[in-house]
RNA sequence: GCGGGGAUAGCGAAGCGGUCAAACGUGCUAGAUUCAGAGUCUAGUGGCUUAGUGCCUUCGUAGGUUCGAAAUCAACGAAAGUCCUACUCCCCGCACCA
């Protein structure tokens, strides 16, 4: 098979014609087509990705043929570890790895046809491209959004590196998942983030994105209403703010819980005879928490009280397990009135107070004893404080806050799990950060005007540590400012940063006084289908989200959200796993395109189920898409009719189911619908139809449907043909009536034939009067398909030859029947 | 615990109020073409039944609720993978979250 040819032959024409290059024009609509980058590793793609871009470039030339304006550009996000690590083993310098599997996988991406805009490419490790992050990290100084802070910071040993929020995953390393990532008390650059926390959440709302999708981005952000407490600790200038949502019934409170690694605990503990003991119990939680999956709810008593705010007197301070240093202040008031609480309280013996009661009279008893614990800040009643004797606790929620805001008792506040984005990372490939220290004026922006800080290329990748640190004579500077000599800073950005804008730079990649063109952003952005896997959740998509709010702020972009529709892909298995090296499972790009070309790998991954949906690899499945693109090769050698009512009615058709499913992103029942028709056309080829097929064919095959375009002598692109209308007038309801009297009659002729088992010699046919014409009509077809003579008669017609007398059979749409053998 | 998505014939996967024994693909069976195979084409693929348009049983399990038809009104009746409720199982997020 000579698919091998074809594809090279068109992926050539394609771009030497420049046909999906894209070029700003306001009279155009445009739609903005965009799959997430990927990092460009040199191995072959797989199954997966195929089908991924695959999706993508569907949407892309499918709104091409229709007519609009599409950007569809692809790039690389090309700093990360991986080319630091070989250049590490190997001695390999980051940038030629990088550059080399750049170019390897560039040959993978053209070889699966995609009508990429090439002209677009950028790569983020270029310093016309990083450039921009250090610019924007300046700029973002300016705003008061970066800062640098010493705090406990998540610390990868593998990576040797810190690591935001966003890419530890259950208390490991996003990149090596066995490892445990450990607290570390650092100096580094954090990215405000929190700042428009609650605009990333109410923007939610706006977007066309999975509930899915958009749940986790709110749990993520988890914003939630509560009290803020100060309450001072017993013979010290400490105060301890604790934090409640369900604080209703905070009369009960006669506790304090705080995390074993809450940084206020050392000071706590000053003076208290057993800190040893203490800390000690507090290393033992903290490991416990780093292995077990659920530990047990330990604590232990510090020792220490605190002066209640709201007049519950001296309350214990415990160290517990279940008090977690991230979440709200660290400190929690506790209660009878929480199931964890209690059972603590319990288990310590430490006093309880009941102030939620239920209204029933027996319940209230083991309430009060503490027999149950009752949790119910919606229907309980309060018995304290006296104000709120008697009311329910749900409807009471506002006034609770008002009386304590009041009183000065507590504040009110919000509190998010959201934090700031740890930007700094002690590697050498990634973004430097533009920031020089001076023993005088401490740490000194780069100024604008001496952008880019070039990532010194010679450094020594065997050292311990940052590589970057070895590169003294680029380390080592004048002070901006003062003049005195001074340092870099040695940290570089991870990789998030570069990822939150290229979106902005793909609408104009080669300007070079500004990250990117006002107008062409104007035009192109926001994104109208981004195009990715649903693992960028919580990290990618809301960094990106909250740079957009940023620029906006900054009057470079005059919109909020960047990505308006967002669709996650399924995952390809096979043999029950996702598809992935380590799995031993994947099938490549080449193993399909090779046998059977990489069309039949596309049509394929489309057909087999929905795009959002995950699916079985089945190298079955494949065998059908490739006959499927068989089939319609062969109809160009068939001699082409003059297109009839019929004809033209199954054309018109098509193209309307067709257009609305791939508007629906349905392409596996497209694809059916294509088939079915390749199945007609093969009985009733018109060149009409035949065209038609193929401009439909083309976003899914489009190397096969452009040969076979200029196999009938068409000198055009079908990959920019545009996209056929529907001429309703050719839709007609008595062909579609007719089609289903037919199906139905040679079912039942077949039934008959089969019970019968015999070879009909000639069949008969009793229509009804009216019906008549209709299957006299029908004659031709259905001798040809039963290949024996058929007669049409009236079923009243006495002269009819009709020995079973079948004729009485006949019903208005169904014939009688005789078959003679 | 909270949340999201599922469960349909051997497998994959449509259908999401009546036209459903359930599209399409794959697998399997039979027939045709062929020395044979591959390929291609045709038919069959829940059960029963009749020279057909019939009946029965099925869409995770168990219950429940109805409306409409090519115009209107009234009455009666019948119909659920499809709607509702509960449950079971599977996948995926988040989680001692105060």
Known sequence: MEFQSIEKK?????????????????????????????????????????????????????????????????????????????????????????????????????????????SRTISTHEPEYYKWNQWF????????????????????????????????????????????????????????TTAYADELLKDLDKLNWSDRLKHLQRNWIGKSDGLLFSSPVKGSDIILQTFSTHFEAFKA????????????????????????????????IIQKRKTQKEPEIEGIFTGRYTIDPVGNGELPIWVTSFAIADYGTG???????????????????????????PQDPALRKKVENFEICYTDMKNGLLTEPKEFTGKKAGPARQEIIDY???????????????????????????????????????????????????????????????????????????????????????????????????????????????????????????????????????????????WTKVLRDMKLLNFDEPFAA???????????????????????????????????????????GAPESDMEWSDSGVEGAFRLLQKISKIAELKFKKPDAKDDHKRNILIKNYTQLLETLKFNLAIIELARYADYLAENPTREGYETLLTLLSPFAPHTAEELWHEIRNKSFVSVEQWPAVDEKAISKEIEQQEQILEKTIEDMRRIIKIVNKAPKKIYLYAIPKELDLYKSLK?????????????????????????HKAEKAKPGKPGIYIET
């Open 566 to 608: 967002l669709f996650n892909q399924g995952i390809v298995y096979k043999d029950g796993h996702k598809m992935s090296k380590s799995f031993g499972n994947v099938v490549y790009q080449t193993d399909i395109s090779e046998k059977y070309g990489i069309d039949t790998a596309r049509v394929f991954l489309m057909s087999v």
């Open 10 to 118: 068109w992926q050539k024409a394609w771009e030497d014609k420049k046909i999906f290059h894209a070029k700003e024009d306001s009279k155009k609509k445009k739609f903005y087509n965009l799959e997430m980058f990927p990092y460009p590793s040199a191995s072959f793609l797989h199954m997966g990705h195929v089908r991924n871009y695959t999706i993508g470039d569907v949407i892309a030339r499918f709104k091409r043929m229709q007519g609009f304006n599409v950007l569809y550009p692809m790039g690389y996000d090309s700093f990360g570890l991986p080319a630091e690590n070989a250049a590490k083993k190997s001695g390999i310098h980051p940038k030629k790895y990088t550059e080399d599997a750049i170019k390897k996988i560039t040959e993978y991406f053209k070889a699966m046809g995609n009508s990429y805009d090439w």
């Open 404 to 546: 304590c805001a009041k009183q000065n008792l507590a504040k009110q506040t919000t509190n998010y799990k959201l934090r700031d984005w740890l930007i700094s990372r002690q590697r050498y490939w990634g973004t430097p950060i533009p920031i020089i220290y001076c023993g005088k004026c401490g740490a000194v922006p780069v100024p604008e005007k001496e952008l880019p800080v070039l990532l010194p290329e010679k450094v020594d990748f065997k050292v311990q540590g940052n590589p970057i640190a070895s590169a003294t004579s680029w380390a080592e500077t004048k002070c901006p400012k003062c003049k005195s000599p001074a340092k870099r800073e040695t940290d570089t950005m991870g990789g998030f940063v570069d990822s939150s804008w290229y979106f902005l730079r793909y609408c104009s990649p080669k300007e070079k006084k500004l990250p990117f063109t006002k107008k062409a952003v104007d035009y192109w952005m926001p994104v109208n289908q981004y195009i990715g896997g649903i693992e960028h959740a919580v990290g990618h998509l809301i960094y990106s989200r909250f």
């Open 137 to 192: 990290f300046l700029k973002f100084l300016e705003r008061g959004l970066v800062y640098r802070k010493k705090a406990p910071v998540n610390w990868c040993h593998e990576c040797k590196s810190t690591l935001a929020n966003e890419e530890v995953v259950d208390g490991c390393c996003w990149r090596h998942e066995t490892t445990k990532v450990e607290q570390k008390e650092l100096e580094q650059w954090f990215i405000k």
């Open 331 to 357: 400190i929690v008031k506790c209660s009878a009135h929480d199931q964890r609480d209690f059972e603590f309280a319990k288990k310590h013996n430490i006093r309880l107070k009941a102030v939620l009661v």
């Open 253 to 284: 409170d006669t506790f304090i819980a705080i995390a074993p690694d809450h940084p206020l605990l050392q000071k706590l503990l000053d003076g208290v005879k057993n800190k040893n003991e203490i800390l000690e119990f507090c290393k033992k």
């Open 780 to 804: 031709e077809t259905l001798q040809k398909e039963f290949s024996a003579e058929i007669e049409v008669w009236a079923n009243n017609n006495i002269r009819k030859y009709d020995p079973e």
